[in-house]
């Protein structure tokens, strides 16, 4: 695995733009092949100088990863403990876990970008090696990880709360309690274990907050209501994408940024955000978040209307309402650049996808109970299952645990496709930190007892 790249990072744009020439000469000589397999077997071919999988660099004290159909992604070793002056160096890289393996079953041959043999079906996860809190919910398919860096996960914390009390004034004080107990410190750290520094951790860590607040305040249980969203939604997200307008209407704008609690957290993160990445992934980044406040306004429609979607119609929903901003700046987070024309490979994007639907899903099961509690209806997909196909309230939480595994074995084996025909180091590295992003995910919403309990369904 390669070292983490300078901060603040060095455009990609030659490159990007020199592979995207090579990719398309690709596809028009090789006419056969699918468009997917075709482009990002010749970016590799460029990348490599070579026709073979390479090996790919990894940490001192670790295996290489031969990229080949049996790519792994990693289970997350823990740091060592460290002195507090010392939690902004890089903690070890992550060590190689399980196996993602290719697409198997019916219909997926077309889907696959390199011809492989079967595989087994996927074994049950084994047991973490130390008891963590909380009970997982039984039959969920999931990876466990160890527990976070506890030096990085107290300056994470302590750096948050400064940031959300003292630069933008996010939550009255009788909110305190439930920002600690969102436990964002931990979270970040546990999803992003090959952050260079606590810096680069900080990044992950305040638009984490800041679309929570947004999520809260203007959709949730902290004053929200879907009446008059796609207004409010569309001036904070000029705080992540600018306005461009004339220099008599610009000081009015820019004042509006700091009108409420998300707007101005929106604005702080994303400056910290733009000056440590790159114009591409900085770009990149926007426009997840349309797609995200895109769910918002589609939730909020269904409640204005008192629509109880299909289950199909709510997955679509979820797609979008989803977490797939975080995983999708897992290399910034890293310290390093993935490529453009590579991100937006429709393989990539399909993994990207995946990865944001399952990470979701495992939302509302572990938020059920939550939202049960909670004042109005909520949609979460054991919800809609239940009401749709006419099953009792149990019957529909442990079909949307089944969607839930179906989606991540299908994340799995995509990744494991695109990992063996793009043999490109920032391409293998990014996959390991999207699928560690997921396992983080999990670990997070299992441990965090402070917000979440499972139902009396086993």
Not at 70 to 86: I, L, R
Not at 275 to 290: G, I, L, V, Y
Request: hydrophobic content about 45%.
């Amino acid at each position: 695995m390669p070292e983490p790249g300078p901060s603040p990072l060095q455009s990609s744009l030659p490159t990007a733009a020199a592979h995207f020439g090579i990719h398309v000469l690709g596809r028009a000589a090789a006419p056969t092949e699918t468009a997917g397999a075709a482009a990002l077997t010749a970016v590799a071919a460029a990348a490599t100088g070579a026709g073979t999988a390479p090996v790919v660099a990894s940490a001192p004290g670790t295996a290489p990863v031969v990229a080949d159909a049996s790519v792994v992604a990693p289970a997350v070793v823990a740091a060592p403990a460290s002195p507090a002056g010392a939690a902004v160096t890089a903690p070890p890289v992550p060590a190689p876990g399980f196996a993602l393996p290719g697409p198997t079953g019916l219909g997926t041959a077309a889907l696959s970008l390199a011809r492989r043999a079967a595989v087994p079906e996927l074994p049950e996860p084994p047991a973490p090696a130390a008891p963590v809190e909380g009970r997982p919910i039984p039959g969920l398919y999931f990876h466990p990880v160890p527990e976070p860096d506890s030096v990085r996960v107290d300056e994470v914390s302590r750096r948050i709360k400064a940031w959300a009390l003292d630069e933008v004034q996010l939550y009255p004080e009788d909110w305190e309690g439930e920002f600690d107990g969102f436990s964002v410190g931990r979270y970040m750290v546990a999803c992003h274990p090959d952050a260079p520094t606590v810096e680069h951790l900080m990044l992950a860590t305040r638009l984490m907050v800041a679309e929570n607040a947004v999520d809260d305040c203007y959709c949730e249980d902290h004053g929200g209501s879907p009446i008059g969203l796609g207004g409010r939604l569309l001036l904070a997200h000029t705080a992540l994408d600018p306005l461009h307008t004339t220099t008599e209407y610009q000081p009015l704008w820019a004042e509006s940024l700091h009108a409420d609690a998300p707007r101005r957290a929106y604005r702080s993160a994303m400056e910290y955000f733009v000056n440590q990445s790159t114009p591409s992934q900085a770009d990149r980044f926007r426009h997840d978040m349309a797609r995200l406040h895109m769910g918002y306004l589609a939730e909020a429609a269904w409640a204005e209307t008192d629509h109880m979607p299909e289950v199909w119609e709510y997955l679509a929903m979820r797609q979008f309402n989803n977490f797939r901003p975080c995983p999708t700046i897992t290399d910034t987070v890293g310290g390093y650049e993935l490529p453009a024309d590579l991100h937006a490979q429709p393989a990539m994007q399909r993994v990207l996808a995946l990865a944001g639907n399952a990470t979701t899903i495992v939302n509302d099961l572990y938020s059920y109970m939550k939202e049960l509690d909670s004042p109005g209806n909520h949609l979460n997909l054991p919800v809609v299952i239940a009401d749709r196909e006419g099953v009792s309230d149990r019957e529909g939480y442990l079909k949307a645990v089944e969607v839930h595994n179906d989606l991540m074995r299908d994340f799995e084996a995509e990744a494991a496709a695109l990992a063996a025909a793009c043999p490109v180091p920032a391409v293998q590295r990014f996959l390991r930190g999207v699928a560690v992003w997921v396992d983080g995910n999990h670990y997070w919403h299992q441990t965090n007892t402070y917000r979440y309990s499972l139902p009396d369904f086993w």
